[in-house]
């Protein structure tokens, strides 16, 4: 066969060598030359922007921490300020309220006191009117009973002495 005997012969390999050193070193220029740092940029380019975005979102995520902080700070100052207003409201209120029971206490005072001396006039002028009732009527029984006249100020003598234990 004539395609063996040719294995034989060293230009046969050298051929083939050439052709493969050749391919190979275009396919090495192609690829490892041409493409190879264009995906390297876009690898770069990548990681590089995914570190960007990774320090933004750091960033961010700080700035929002801080204005948690603040805002939480401003609301425990805000809560505070609500606190001591209600307290002050508190005792504005309580003192306010002292004064008013204290004020009504005083107008109760007054009233029973008027009230007293209201009742006691009152029973001051019903011993009176008692005292004239008895008197007449002790007067009305005597003369019923005895048929003597006495006098209103001999009945009225002793309807008090009867009131006096006497």
Excluded: C, H
Aim: no cysteine; charged share 25%; aromatic share 4%.
């Amino acid at each position: 066969m004539p395609q063996i005997d040719q294995l034989g012969e060293s230009w046969y390999f050298a051929s083939q060598a050439f052709w493969l050193l050749l391919v190979f070193g275009a396919i090495f220029f192609v690829v490892g030359r041409g493409m190879l740092p264009k995906i390297e940029a876009v690898v770069d380019a990548r990681d590089a922007k995914i570190a960007g975005d990774l320090a933004a979102a750091r960033s961010a995520r700080d700035a929002a921490d801080a204005m948690e902080a603040e805002t939480l700070s401003r609301s425990n100052g805000a809560r505070a300020d609500a606190q001591a207003l209600i307290a002050g409201a508190k005792a504005k209120s309580g003192k306010d309220s002292e004064k008013l029971l204290a004020k009504a206490g005083r107008e109760i005072a007054d009233r029973l006191a008027a009230a007293e001396s209201d009742i006691a006039a009152a029973r001051r002028s019903a011993m009176a009117e008692i005292e004239s009732v008895a008197s007449d009527a002790a007067r009305a029984l005597v003369a019923r009973l005895t048929m003597a006249e006495i006098t209103a100020a001999a009945s009225t003598r002793a309807v008090k002495a009867q009131r006096n234990g006497g």
